[in-house]
């Protein structure tokens, strides 16, 4: 796999079980995901497996848009990743969680791979008002990474 267009990690005071949990859990994502308004699964599958799916609602600012995504690896206390599409057909992106045993609790690393041709590039910055989408993410997932350690840590 080529290395990922943006990439953040933490070192987070819980174990990956716990992480795991709580990254997987799509229904509650939007508290600790930035633009996630909110998320739910779509069709019979409503856990984290391969081929599962949900759709996400997100938002930023005044903008809002759907994406349709399916789960294309869950290993629990180690990786959940997904594969998300605009409009159900579209490539969009790669998103995947790592996460990693440390003594004192687990490392956490949060990547995203830009899958947009040139056509859904200019879309998506219309759609989002984001032209650089490697740095927004990386930001973004700065901040969703921070909010995943304060709500895993608080209990």
């Known amino acids: 796999m080529s290395p990922p267009s943006a990439s953040v990690s933490i070192h987070v005071s819980a174990p990956p079980a716990v992480v795991y949990a709580l990254v997987t859990d799509i229904t509650g994502m939007s508290a600790w995901n930035v633009e996630c308004l909110r998320a739910e699964w ?23 848009w759907s994406t349709i995504c399916t789960v294309t690896a869950a290993d ?24 990693t045993p440390t003594k004192t609790g687990c490392h956490l690393e ?4 830009d899958t947009r041709g040139p056509f859904m590039r200019v879309v998506g910055g219309l759609v989002t008002g ?21 709500v895993v840590e608080r209990t």
Do not use: C
């Open 130 to 150: 984001v032209r650089d989408r490697a740095a927004h993410n990386e930001a973004n997932m700065r901040r969703t990474l921070e909010g995943i350690k304060r």
């Open 42 to 64: 779509v069709g019979q599958v409503r856990e984290a497996r391969p081929g599962a799916r949900f759709r996400g609602h997100n938002s930023r600012g005044r903008r809002r």
């Open 110 to 113: 949060q990547g995203t791979w």
């Open 76 to 99: 629990p206390g180690r990786v959940f990743a997904y594969h998300v599409r605009a409009a159900g057909l579209l490539d969009v992106a790669l998103w995947r969680f790592g996460i």
